[in-house]
């Protein structure tokens, strides 16, 4: 990919805070009801930070080689990662 091209994707593709922010949203969805607090802890864990951040470094490369376009890497990718952590997820909901 040409300098100029990643460039532009990098600026339209989300940050980790944004795609960790979207990740919660389907996590919430996958998973059900939980507390903010809760929500918060789990996402705080090594355990959430680890799978986000590596799943979005794996997800950006795909979108640096023009394998996924930023729609796919904001639903889909994000989707994935929130099923995952969902299926994942053992503390409290309250």
Same mark, same amino acid.
């Given at each position: 990919?040409?300098?100029?091209d990643?460039?532009? *994707? ?15 949203? /389907?996590f919430?969805? /996958? /998973? ?9 802890? /789990? ?8 799978? *986000? ?19 796919i ?6 989707a ?7 299926f ?6 309250y």
């Open positions: 990919m040409e300098d100029d990643e460039e532009q *994707v990098l600026q339209t593709c989300p940050t980790l805070e944004e795609f960790t922010q979207i990740v919660k949203e /389907y919430e969805c /996958y /998973y059900g009801s939980i507390s903010e607090a809760a929500l918060d802890r /789990y996402f705080e864990s090594d355990e959430a930070r680890r799978v *986000v951040g590596n799943r979005y470094k794996e997800h950006l490369e795909d979108l640096k080689n023009g394998e996924i376009t930023t729609k890497f904001r639903i889909g990718c994000a994935a990662v929130g099923d995952c952590l969902a994942m997820y053992e503390g409290d909901i």
